[in-house]
């Protein structure tokens, strides 16, 4: 089966703390994306990244980081100077190549206590 | 920064209409692509339409382009509860990196039995 999956489904943070959302694909894309999408809004781009071992900031990367140590991997870490991490996170892939049709996970969805 | 914006940002109809949904955008791009997202779950992309071409048919779905006008608009035929979902319509970043996409904010399709 090929896709792109995302784990946990649930996730619940104290404030103060640091939480890594995992990211991972079988669709041998190079492009990976991090998205945040708060209720009754649009997709707002977090972090992508093109190739391994590089990344790039997207619209709100403030408090946020990543890493892209393998191709198939991706994950988001949500950082104590994320002043509103509450959101629903998704992630997605894409080739680079041809078409820029994004696949997406099912999402995370990140509530701070 | 919003590059398409859909209209409406809801609407309501009843099983068996006909649903359509616009989008405008700002700057010039190379494709324009729809996406559905069922509550609480990831994007599935549903159509691409490029820049040179007017009209696309997949199924119940009709998509059309008007670049002088940067408009587009998705036409969901014999609509079924199962339709009922946000819709986003997605265009890449003008001077941007390949695959990088900007999403709307949605219009939220709601279809009655």
């Known amino acids: 089966d090929g896709g792109i999956t995302q784990s946990p489904k649930y996730l619940f943070r104290k404030e103060g703390q640091n939480v890594t959302l995992s990211c991972e694909q079988n669709l041998n894309h190079d492009a990976m994306y991090w998205y945040r999408q708060d209720p009754g809004q649009g997709l707002r781009l977090i972090y992508y990244?093109?190739?391994?071992?590089?990344?790039q900031k997207g619209d709100i990367a403030e408090g946020y980081s990543v890493s892209r140590e393998k191709k198939e991997s991706f994950p988001l870490t949500v950082t104590s100077a994320q002043k509103n991490p509450t959101a629903f996170y998704l992630c997605?892939?894409?080739?680079?190549?041809?078409?820029?049709?994004?696949?997406f996970g099912p999402g995370t969805r990140l509530t701070v206590l | 920064s919003q590059q398409g914006e859909e209209d409406p940002q809801a609407l309501s109809i009843q099983e068996g209409e006909n649903a359509t949904m616009n989008c405008s955008y700002k700057?010039?791009?190379?494709?324009l692509q729809w996406y559905r997202q069922n509550s609480g779950r990831g994007l599935v992309h549903l159509i691409l339409?490029?820049?040179?071409?007017r009209e696309k048919h997949s199924g119940r779905l009709r998509v059309t382009l008007d670049t002088s006008k940067k408009s587009s608009s998705l036409l969901i035929t014999a609509s079924r509860a199962a339709d009922t979902a946000s819709y986003f319509c997605a265009t890449g970043r003008y001077g941007g990196s390949q695959g990088n996409l900007i999403f709307g904010k949605g219009t939220k399709l709601s279809v009655k039995p």
């Open positions: 700057t010039s791009i190379n494709n």
């Open positions: 990244s093109q190739i391994v071992n590089d990344f």
């Open positions: 997605a892939s894409s080739r680079l190549a041809g078409s820029n049709e994004q696949f």
């Open positions: 339409i490029r820049s040179n071409e």
